[in-house]
């Protein structure tokens, strides 16, 4: 004879979830070498951006104000009160095609067909 099986609700995970300390997430913990990497970047910035406390904003500040200093050089290029070979200075693949002042682009109409 087989015993009688309990067709009553079954208990599932009467221990509960383990619950374990979560541990506080650490700062980032930077080599002397990054540390005066930082410093010495952020001595290159304007006084406005190179008082951030962050790293991660202070890189930021840092690749805007490159942004800055590229566009300026690029527009002056394209005044006319910087020579085209500035643009070499430039770090790679920031600079666009700039037209010297004497050429133009050819402007061309374009017509709707129906």
Do not use: C, W
């Not at 980032?28 to 410093?39: H, I, M, V, W, Y």
């Not at 690029?74 to 920031?94: C, F, I, M, N, Y």
């Amino acid at each position: 004879m087989q015993p009688k099986l309990k067709l009553g609700p079954r208990k599932i995970g009467v221990q509960g979830p383990s619950i374990r300390k979560r541990e506080s997430p650490k700062e980032p913990q930077f080599t002397r070498d990054e540390l005066a990497e930082l410093k010495r970047l952020s001595a290159m910035l304007p006084p406005r951006a190179a008082k951030e406390q962050d790293p991660a904003q202070l890189v930021l500040n840092a690749a805007n104000y490159i942004q800055q200093l590229v566009a300026t050089v690029q527009a002056r290029v394209h005044k006319g009160t910087l020579p085209v070979e500035a643009l070499a200075a430039l770090p790679p693949g920031s600079a666009t095609p700039v037209r010297v002042s004497g050429q133009k682009k050819k402007r061309r109409s374009i017509e709707k067909q129906h």
